[in-house]
């Protein structure tokens, strides 16, 4: 009896450990056409096919592969270990997501990784108009008080 308690003990310690260091994973995600380069995918937003995306381990390459015709990729069977997916960017396309660094990392934590997307936009996207600053919008009130006094003089 006591050797078969002292065997259900060493299992319970030994065999959660193998489990959980053999545990697999897979990360997924769409490289797509950004159109109005938002850096967020929309329904509008199509896939690019054909893209290169790299899965780098501790550094290392360890695979690549070519989206679909809808843009999707997949890494599978991915082991215990931090990794990095950066993708292949095109001549003449701009990344929009992920934002700086511009590439995903990620530790095998047994849960399946999805929606690590890419966004490109083909060109330069265009940039948003400046915020006015508080002295332009005081110098406009300014100028607006000057003028409507000016008008109450010449009425």
Known sequence: MRILSLMIVVFALVCPRVFAD??????????????NASGTIEPSD????????????????VADTLTAPDGSYSFGNLGAGSYTIDEVLQSGWTQTEPVSPGFYSFTNNGVNINAEDFGNFYGTPPTSAPEPSAALLFLSGALLTGLCALAKRLV
């Open 46 to 61: 199509p896939g690019l096919a054909s893209w290169e995306v790299e899965l780098f381990q501790s550094g290392t390459l």
């Open 22 to 35: 053999s545990t697999t994973i897979s990360v997924s995600g769409v490289v797509y056409d950004d159109l």
